[in-house]
């Protein structure tokens, strides 16, 4: 059975046509689908409001308690429980999930020789038992990056990880296309030039272009870990932009990376 | 099959020592259950921290756009997912709902000829066959007190009403015990003294009550509630303390409303 996960980010998130014009696109995806997103810039508005200093450490945002708090109310209250109405609105009979609901996804706090990043949650599991259920009820599920340890503390995980996660999780039960949404079209060979983007990639092509430095740094990390995803089971990934989901899908916009 | 609904409130959110003992005797009771909790201190804490100024209309407090935002994070953010992870710790298998979740509440604006009370949701229907469903999955079901209109909306919803929408949805499935937690130990004859508690009142004990003004008014549309829940069908309505939880559900603490 064909399983579509999407994951969407602040881009998306923090414009409101955006979002609007994504989740037409979304609900009209046939077949069983699962959204993850990540935050976006109203956490950082909530937590300022509420007087909350953020602490970075080498460019990373550091999750104390208060921040926790922040992140559970915007990511599991507003920004879940929001587009999951607006999902239903679009007659996708969507149902919001953090990770520590029904267990869908347990964690553990992430252990660092040099720095406590606080409470941010690296995935241990993820109950696919549960997810096939709610899956084959024919619901939507819309995760937000929120995880638990079991132990009762909740714990803050990157949504790419989440959709990594659930993936390579689900792909035992469902053929899987798995989809980061992107603000650029796909993978390019020229950073600043959309035109350039790469259709189809597999690790033989991945190898020469990155032995001809022909692929832009900054999408060898999202590369590296969609050939992970590949080689954990995951039957395609693809990267682009949101607004093209259908097109992703199709295999006509952005960029589909492949086992071969 | 048995189904306990029990809604709590502030006076048990607002005390983390109180919750947890609380939820160490709800995870205990044995078969299907709900949780529908309320709001409490936190979401007018954050709505001051934001500097968001609470409308008050006759003591009730009007729902603006910003107060919506507010509680849906504070309630299905915050305290729903804290609730559900700590559950998860006692070997509960909670999984958190709003009733956009699922479709599992749908409510309208509430239209009232005098005030507008802003983002206030009336409860329409409760999606009775989701609900089967995750109970029978094992699941117990945590409620915040939001529910959608169906286009897009969040509306804010009492909990009090929910737990008995719940409760009369799901009457047509399940034996229902339908429990009101209260600071107090029940239903008392004498409002100042906990001695007095009513242990079981049906409608002619209640009505003979409210001839000779033997009862403390405040109780009375608490207790015209409870005889309608039975009235559509619940099986029987508990209140008293939380804390008492497995002596309320036994007959053995509370006041039990029953239909004679």
Redesign the interface.
């Known amino acids: 059975m064909q399983l579509s996960i999407i994951k969407i980010g602040g881009n998306i998130i923090d414009d409101e046509a955006k979002l609007a014009a994504f989740l037409d696109v979304f609900s009209a995806v046939k077949g069983k689908k699962i959204l993850v997103h990540g935050g976006g810039k109203l956490a950082t508005k909530?937590a300022e409001?509420?007087?909350i200093r953020q602490q970075m450490v080498d460019g990373r945002r550091i999750t104390d308690a208060e921040t926790l708090?922040v992140v559970?109310?915007?990511?599991?209250?507003?920004i879940?429980?929001?587009i999951?109405?607006?999902l239903?609105?679009r007659h996708c009979?969507?149902?919001?999930?953090?990770g520590?609901?029904?267990?869908a996804i347990l964690a553990h706090k992430r252990v660092h020789a040099m720095t406590d990043f606080g409470y941010v949650g690296d995935v241990d599991s993820v109950n696919t038992s549960?997810l096939t259920?709610l899956l084959l009820?024919d619901?939507t599920l819309v995760f937000s990056p929120?995880t638990?340890d079991?132990?009762?503390?909740?714990l803050n995980t990157n949504a790419d990880t989440i959709a990594q996660e659930l993936a390579r999780g689900l792909s035992t039960t469902f053929d899987i296309s798995l989809v980061y949404s992107f603000e650029k079209s796909g993978v390019l060979l020229d950073a600043d030039n959309d035109a350039t983007v790469i259709n189809r990639i597999g690790p033989v092509y991945y190898q020469e272009l990155k032995d001809k430095k022909l692929i832009f740094a900054g999408m060898i990390p999202k590369l590296d870990n969609a050939f992970a995803a590949l080689r954990s089971g995951v039957g395609k990934v693809i990267i682009g932009r949101a607004e093209e989901l259908p097109q992703l899908l199709a295999g006509q916009a952005g960029t589909t990376i492949v086992h071969e």
């Open positions: 909530v409001g509420l007087g708090r559970t109310m915007v990511y599991a209250g507003t879940n429980k929001n999951v109405a607006q239903q609105a009979d969507a149902m919001g999930l953090s520590a609901d029904g267990n549960l259920s009820l619901k929120i638990h079991g132990k009762g503390q909740l």
